[in-house]
């Protein structure tokens, strides 16, 4: 998948909703996206949103998605409409207006948000944030963050970094994450 897809983003938002019964608070919704994109890609070569990713101060963002539920794109685009078909934000809380469309997604996009749901639901936007900032693609920015406040685009070879907790969702075989890598490269090139 080449590009940021809108329709994932949207839908997978509205799937963390429904699964929150109808709302989950905006910071934590992209901090499950920004797990989802990672631990799919390190499964699958590929993020399920193909968002830009950031590290922030408060931890790693999807940034294209951050923009378009915080309205920071034309209104009248094709991506804030859809995004306005199904969803509403409304403060921090990101509110389902209407069913998810599920036949915007593979069967692999829905596992592991599945897979994210399960583990990392139960935390708070602030226990997401400060979890984040234990991976490689936020620690590689740290100080800069730390002495400018400012954001910096994640190297998504970071990704495919191990990070051991208690989950054990981000501990994979060398050989495995190469191959994984060298697939998400070869596509993202291609």
């Known amino acids: ?67 378009l539920v915080e309205s920071k794109v034309a209104p009248e685009s094709l991506d804030k409409q859809y995004f306005d078909q199904y969803l509403i934000l409304d403060g921090q809380t990101i509110t389902s207006i209407q069913e998810m469309n599920a036949k915007v997604f593979s069967e692999t996009d829905l596992e592991v948000a599945d897979e994210i749901l399960k583990n990392y639901n139960g935390l708070y936007q602030f226990e997401l944030a400060s979890y984040s900032h234990y991976f490689p693609e936020w620690k590689r920015f740290q100080e800069k963050i730390e002495k400018s406040g400012s954001s910096y685009k994640m190297d998504m070879n970071d990704f495919f970094e191990n990070y051991i907790d208690d989950k054990g969702l981000f501990n994979d075989k060398k050989e495995d994450l190469e191959i994984a890598k060298e697939l998400f490269f070869e596509t993202a090139n291609a």
């Open 1 to 67: 998948m080449k590009g940021y897809n809108y329709k994932k983003a949207a839908q997978l938002i509205n799937y963390f909703a429904a699964y929150n019964k109808g709302a989950i608070n905006k910071m934590k919704a992209l901090k499950l996206i920004w797990l989802v994109n990672r631990l799919h890609l390190r499964k699958y070569a590929r993020t399920v949103t193909g968002d830009t990713h950031y590290a922030m101060e408060w931890g790693a963002v999807p940034s294209n998605t951050k923009n």
